[in-house]
């Protein structure tokens, strides 16, 4: 049973906008919420990268790549985290991992996939 689902992938023209959003199916909220919860994306050929991260106490970065483009947000009460993707331009297309770090424990969605054409 996996703990990370990740949602909300599709395909897009350049300049539309997305929500991709990541559930937690295994934790219970006490736990859920001691993680930083982040999401990554892998285009083909590249490494995985990490886009945004949200920490146990709400505290957000961006890489400079989408920095004022996508917003990253946690909902504790839901075990949830979201990525709102605003303007989106083809060297966005990839598949999006949800991750979850605490200390040595790390788990990864399946990843869902972004694809934004010209």
């Known amino acids: 049973q996996e703990r990370l689902v990740e949602s909300g992938g599709g395909l897009v023209q350049a300049g539309g906008s997305l929500r991709l959003s990541c559930q937690s199916t295994r934790f219970i909220t006490s736990v859920f919420n001691q993680f930083r919860m982040a999401w990554y994306r892998q285009a083909p050929g590249k490494q995985r990268e990490l886009v945004a991260a949200?920490?146990?106490?709400?505290?957000?970065n961006y890489s400079d790549s989408v920095k004022g483009r996508f917003t990253i947000s946690r909902d504790n009460s839901k075990k949830a985290i979201y990525l709102r993707m605003n303007n989106l331009q083809p060297e966005d297309t990839a598949v999006y991992y949800c991750n979850a770090l605490r200390s040595r424990d790390e788990y990864w969605g399946k990843g869902t996939q972004v694809t934004v054409s010209s």
């Open positions: 949200v920490s146990s106490s709400g505290v957000t």
